[in-house]
């Protein structure tokens, strides 16, 4: 560690925030990473799922470096292999925590909850900008303290602040953000990819699922499995579009990525072919009322349905509010910071078409606050761990001020094929 290097704190220990933290201690940097959970909180909400790209995509040659270095005879998943957010858990991500340059900056369960600066300067003078940030952290008992930094790199993700699911981009009527907490059984009520088959699901349950990205497929299929063991369930799919000639999710002509080819068709098979589940497209949930025993919902075509399940696929944006300290120019679409939505205006909709924008991109108008990985998307769902990577190459240009730098490219990883 070389003591005139500036301090970075990193926010939030998922794939990226790992990986970053990796990037810099390579270079020597001091790091504290933040986690507000265990490593991976969020993957763990989803880690059931298959993923779509396989491992040689989710991994850095830096990363598996490091493992390997750690622990020569540890297995490594094939290049090639697909596998479930579990595996890159168990396998990848938390022997990257638990290597030698990142296990000493983690602080698990430390959440960050806000970021300003450490000064009365509210202009964005040359007196503001060189005061450290100020950072305040609550641990697991709750005690709360500041932290300072010369650097912030946010990568708390998207997960686990979902957009409301009424019509307009607002809550529906009756949908406030604490309606979970005030459900007597909480399980009712799902965001994300909940683990369906770990629900104790009443005979002829009915369920709406509502949205139409890979997150609602995904639970399109697992209820799909569930109603093969028990064939009184009933589901309704909403989405606000008409989506695509195919169905409700658009199918990519020869989709480089198979899992997400198979995942899409087979979705839109089971909204145009099934008798246990209907499709409602084009319309948006007005209202929702809790019953006794079901959710009441008023759709904008006036009708009303009822179901005991209720799962909300409408998309994340990360937790802004937590930087309101800063002065963060934000884009007034994707709600992530403007210069990287404006550099991912004209990409392509398939993330896997995406390149770097380069280093300007990764820029916000506060400096040496940058926010990259999932969060950086705001509500754009098209983030890949790939991409991710670029955008840690990049913030590092522009921290060491080195165009050339590129740790990726200079360390291959020792992966077969
Ligand atoms: C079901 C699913 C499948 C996916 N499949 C693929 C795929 O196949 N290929 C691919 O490339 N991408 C995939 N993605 C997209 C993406 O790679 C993942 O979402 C990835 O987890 C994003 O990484 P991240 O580090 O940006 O954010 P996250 O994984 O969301 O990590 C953020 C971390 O920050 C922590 N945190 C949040 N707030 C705070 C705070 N205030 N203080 C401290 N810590 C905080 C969280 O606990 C979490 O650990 C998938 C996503 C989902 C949801």
């Keep these: 560690m070389h003591d005139d290097l500036p301090t970075i704190a990193i926010i939030g220990a998922g794939p990226i925030g790992l990986e970053a933290t990796l990037y810099a201690r390579y270079l020597g940097y001091p790091v504290t990473l933040f986690e507000k959970g265990d ?59 638990k290597s030698d ?22 202009r964005p003078t040359d007196s503001r900008e060189d005061a450290p940030f100020r950072i305040l952290v609550s641990d697991e008992t709750e005690t709360q303290r500041i932290e300072h930094a010369d650097i912030v790199i946010d990568t708390s993700g998207s997960w686990g602040h979902p957009n409301p699911m ?62 093969e063991h028990s064939p009184d369930i ?32 087979a979705a839109n098979a089971v909204a145009n ?3 246990w589940l209907e499709w409602k497209p084009e319309v948006e949930v007005t209202e929702i009322q809790c019953l006794e025993e079901c959710f009441q919902l008023t759709l904008s075509n006036d009708e009303q349905i009822e179901v005991e399940y209720l799962i909300g696929n409408t998309g994340s944006t990360g937790d802004f509010e937590m930087l309101s300290g800063l002065q963060i120019h934000r884009c007034y679409v994707s709600g992530g910071p403007m210069a990287w939505a404006a550099s991912m205006a004209d990409a392509s909709s ?48 522009v921290i060491a001020e080195r165009d050339t730098l590129d740790l990726y490219a200079t360390l291959k990883p020792n992966l077969s094929t």
Aim: one cysteine or more; hydrophobic letters at 35%.
């Design 39 to 97: 490593t991976a909180a969020h993957v763990r909400e989803w880690e059931h799922v298959p993923m779509f790209s396989p491992f040689g995509m989710n991994s850095s040659s830096l990363g598996i470096s490091a493992i390997q270095a750690q622990n020569p005879s540890h297995v490594m998943p094939e290049a090639d292999q697909t596998h479930t957010g579990k595996e890159w858990i168990d396998q990848y991500l938390e022997p990257l925590a």
């Design 101 to 122: 340059l990142v296990r000493p900056c983690l602080r698990a369960k430390n959440r960050v909850l806000a970021v300003g600066r450490d000064t009365a300067h509210q």
């Design 166 to 227: 009424g019509m307009g981009n607002i809550y529906a009527v009756g949908e406030s953000p604490d309606l979970k907490e005030q459900l007597p059984d909480k399980t009712k009520l799902q965001r994300g990819i909940p683990d369906l088959a770990k629900l104790e699901i009443s005979k002829g349950a009915r369920f709406a699922i509502i949205g139409s990205g890979f997150s609602a497929a995904t639970n399109v299929l697992q209820l799909k499995t569930l109603q």
């Design 234 to 265: 009933r589901g309704v799919w909403l989405t606000r579009g008409r989506g695509a000639a195919t169905g409700p999710l658009a199918v990519l002509e020869n989709d480089a990525l198979p899992q997400r080819d198979a995942l899409a068709r």
């Design 273 to 275: 072919d099934s008798s």
């Design 350 to 397: 398939d993330c896997l078409q995406q390149t770097s924008p380069g280093p300007e991109a990764i820029k916000t108008t506060e400096p040496n606050c940058f926010i990259i990985g999932s969060k950086a998307y705001g509500n754009d769902p098209r983030f890949l761990f790939a991409t991710g990577l670029q955008q840690i190459r990049d913030v590092f240009k």
